[in-house]
């Protein structure tokens, strides 16, 4: 960082470190060598995780508000928006599905590094204000990112359950995913998570349309982020067709909801800041 | 024929028709304006085949309603945005404040070949505008008056700009990032009736350096050269706001080398004719889109999400989630795509609904399990380790 001390720059680091200790405690909770320690028996080490991730949330929620007050409008348009919003978003609803489902929760030690890869690079970047354009105003936006946060949220934790039936291929992954349920289960709650988050695609898709006509006078227009978008949605369908229909491995079928993921990740954080033509263009 | 349309149906020809949409929308990516359509159409056409004779042979869609309503909606989705496309129309215009936008002010009409909207019948003036800016130019809201016709025939003022779409007759009116300053002038040729009209400069402050166009006065073979220096009061280290009422002009008249400099209500006398500088005034660009479609879509798309969503959520809700019961279903899992659909699991769904908690939802416990001696995920392990 350069540009010296912001409001919300204290309260992003704070909110990662507590993503940071729930990882580490998450990690330490699988891990065979402590396995015999009375907190990771009695899954205490689970709350400690949660209640790590909720502080997370709230500790990013603030950095949002406190930015949203600096610059006078909400995470819409940079990357460095986009990103400690996506991170406040995506711990958010992780959170959610970790305590209502406990079966899935060591695959924390795969859903938090990824969101640590959107924690490193919005370090990376400067917290210059970004201009807030008229097109913005309208109340759609609300719902299309709403709704695209959802979708990316159902598909981190898709990304969980397959990075656990991965590495269950190997020895020390079937050590360290011991108390999860089996693949046949993971897989199953994997690609409803990924049903989930085609239904959350589709109406993100259409309210995008919506405000699309209504800023910019046309529902779709294959600019680049559109076209990525529409991508991953067939994406996700086609990995939906061949899960539901064919039988896969376990393994092949995380790398199917790995490979859906990657898309959705360059749809999100590539396509907007790579292309000139894209919604970034449009403003 | 069932034969045929069967074979139409099967699941490889969806995915081939995927493949080819994935590969047609990667062609389009970045560049949509210079790559043809087609690539993306066929892909679609065959899909819409494919997708129809799914429709009509394929028990798993067609036996479900949720699946059902989804794919008819995707298949409507993609009828509407061909009809869409084939009575749709695209233009722009520029309207001068105080006009009467008319049919014949369009500009790079696109239509499809059955258009057939009433835009003969569309009718609105143009009032004043304003456009705000932020430090460093950065456009923010437009807010442009415009006079509509109720249904009694009166005029009645709206505010239109940005997102706040004018719609006359289905066609809809948007604001755009184009529009600039106009010079209201009245020529009165020697010895005849004054005439008067506008002449648009370009966008502004887009080309703020570049105030400048040429006219030929009516009966003449004069090319007349102005060059509008405008003070809008535009900067660039503070917010600031486009606005006719707060600007003003110097109107500089060039011909034949003279150059001359009008202000508001001055003329200059011509050859063939006195040129008079009336007023300063400003013009908005619109964009106009016409597309009968649109509406239906969004309510088919939300309608085959419903049907998406209420297809997922029986097959959440109903199908078991306990390890023997998902062994069984495993069971009778086909390894080829399957030709008839698939038989629920489960008779007693309230029994299943139970037990969705105790296989995730549960606390599992491990404090009495030894890992090495898991093999792996063995079920039965992880059942007894459950309290």
């Known amino acids: 960082m350069t540009s010296g001390i912001v409001a919300e720059i ?44 909720a502080i997370g949330v709230v500790l990013l929620a603030t950095a949002i508000g406190a930015r949203w007050m600096r610059i006078g409008h909400g995470p819409w348009i940079s990357l460095f928006e986009l990103l400690m919003s996506q991170l406040c978003s995506l711990g ?74 991965i590495a269950r291929t190997t020895k020390l992954g079937q050590n360290w995913f011991r108390s999860m349920p089996s693949d046949m289960v993971v897989d199953r709650l994997a690609w409803r998570f990924m049903m989930l988050a085609l239904v959350f695609d589709s109406l993100m ?12 006078g046309r529902y ?3 600019d680049s982020l559109e076209t990525s978008a529409f991508l991953t949605w067939l994406f996700l369908a086609i990995g939906l067709h061949v899960r539901l229909t064919y039988k896969v491995p376990h393994w092949l079928s995380g790398l199917l909801i790995i490979g859906i993921f990657c898309m959705a990740f360059a749809t999100y954080f590539g396509a907007p800041y790579i292309s000139p033509s894209a919604h970034k263009g449009m403003v | ?13 969806t995915l081939v028709g ?40 394929n028990k ?36 001068p404040i105080g006009t009467e936008f008319g049919a014949d002010r369009l500009l790079e009409v696109r239509t499809g070949l059955w258009h057939s909207g009433n835009l003969d019948q569309v009718t609105f003036v143009q009032g004043p505008y304003t456009v705000q800016y932020a430090p460093g130019l950065r456009r923010g809201l437009t807010h442009s008056h415009v006079l509509v016709k109720d249904a009694q025939g009166q005029w009645v003022e709206k505010v239109i700009g940005d997102d706040r779409v004018l719609v ?69 280290e503070h917010a600031w706001t486009l606005d006719a009422r707060n600007s003003s002009a110097v109107l500089v008249v060039t011909n034949n080398d003279i150059r001359q400099e009008l202000h508001e209500g001055e003329a200059v006398k011509l050859p063939g004719g006195v040129l008079k500088f009336d007023k300063l005034t400003m013009w908005m660009g619109y964009r106009i889109f016409y597309d009968p479609t649109i509406q239906w879509m969004f309510f088919i798309a939300v309608a085959g999400v419903l049907g998406l969503g209420f297809y997922f959520w029986r097959k959440i809700n109903l199908q078991p989630w306990t390890e023997e019961s998902l062994e069984e279903a495993s069971q009778d899992k086909p390894k080829e795509p399957l030709k008839e659909p698939l038989k629920e699991t489960m008779s007693e769904p309230l029994k299943h609904t139970s037990q969705l908690k105790t296989a995730l939802t549960k606390p599992v416990t491990t404090q009495h399990m030894s890992i090495s001696q898991r093999s792996g995920h063995d079920l039965a392990a992880i059942s007894k380790g459950r309290s």
Request: charged share 10%.
């Open chain 1, 220 to 222: 779709w227009a294959w």
């Open chain 1, 205 to 216: 898709l259409i309210a995008g349309a919506v405000w699309a006509q209504d800023a910019w």
């Open chain 1, 92 to 165: 958010l609803i992780f959170a959610l599905l970790y305590w209502r489902l406990p079966g899935m929760r060591p695959s924390a030690v795969i859903v938090l590094p990824v969101m640590w890869i959107l924690g490193s690079w919005v370090l990376t970047l400067e917290p210059t204000a970004s201009h807030f354009p008229a097109t913005y105003y309208n109340v759609w936006k609300w719902s299309h990112v709403g709704l695209g946060k959802i979708f990316l949220a159902l598909l981190l934790a898709g990304v969980g359950l397959a990075g656990v039936m």
């Open chain 2, 18 to 57: 995927m493949v080819l949409l994935i590969s047609g929308s990667m062609l389009m990516y970045g560049n949509p304006a210079d790559v043809p359509v087609w690539v993306v159409v066929i892909p679609l056409a065959f899909m819409a085949l494919n997708l129809t004779a799914a429709i009509i042979t």
């Open chain 2, 60 to 95: 798993r869609i067609n036996h479900q309603p949720g699946l059902l309503v989804f794919h008819v909606c995707l298949l409507g989705l993609v009828i509407l945005a061909g009809i869409g496309r084939l009575t749709h129309l695209d233009a722009h215009t520029e309207i």
């Open chain 2, 168 to 236: 006359v007759e289905g066609y809809r009116f948007y604001t755009t990032h184009n529009k600039g300053f106009t010079t209201l002038l009245t020529w009165t040729p020697d010895g005849g009736e004054p005439i008067t009209g506008v002449v648009n400069m370009p966008s502004y402050p887009l080309f703020d350096y570049k105030q400048d166009n040429e006219w030929t006065p009516p009966g003449t073979q004069q090319v007349i050269k102005f060059w509008l220096q405008i003070d809008a009061g535009l900067t660039l």
């Open chain 2, 1 to 13: 024929m069932f034969k045929v349309l069967r074979r139409l149906a099967s699941l490889k020809m």
């Open chain 1, 10 to 53: 204290p309260w992003l680091w704070a909110g990662l470190s507590a993503y940071m200790v729930a990882t580490l405690v998450s990690m330490w909770g699988v891990s065979p060598r402590f396995a015999g320690m009375p907190i990771i028996q009695h899954k205490t080490h689970e709350y400690i995780v949660l209640g790590c991730l």
